[in-house]
Nanobody
Framework: VQLQASGGGLVQPGGSLRLSCAAS????????IGWFRQAPGKEREGVSC????????YYADSVKGRFTISRDNAKNTVYLQMNSLEPEDTAVYYC????????????????WGQGTQVTVSS
């Protein structure tokens, strides 16, 4: 099971990025997927997740209203659209397969790959 996050970069405050999570050797639509981020000196944070059954989603309060998670099963990809980015969003972002996605957030990662750096700065 391998997951690869991509789409990060340097963006000004208020800008947007779309992160992609692609899978190799398995079909993503059967899995619950979470997005996590970790900034230097900070604990890992579960940012968002999407279930495999009904497509229900979760967003951390810090990103609610600005980030949107979605699936494109035809492309075997999960996206994280990030709008109105703030310097506090600067972190390495990872996608991971997880056991569950609830109102309390994503369960801990089971499988994850290399992350992608997001830097929000003027």
């Amino acid at each position: 099971v391998q997951l690869q996050a991509s789409g990060g970069g340097l963006v000004q405050p208020g800008g947007s990025l779309r992160l992609s999570c692609a899978a190799s050797r398995f079909t993503l639509d059967y899995y619950v997927i979470g997005w996590f981020r970790q900034a230097p000196g900070k604990e890992r944070e579960g940012v968002s997740c999407i279930s495999s059954s009904d497509g229900s989603t979760y967003y951390a309060d810090s990103v609610k209203g600005r980030f949107t998670i979605s699936r494109d099963n035809a492309k075997n990809t999960v996206y994280l659209q990030m709008n109105s980015l703030e310097p506090e969003d600067t972190a390495v972002y990872y996608c991971a397969s997880i056991l569950g996605c609830s109102d309390y957030g994503p369960s801990p990662p089971l499988y994850w790959g290399q992350g992608t750096q997001v830097t929000v700065s003027s």
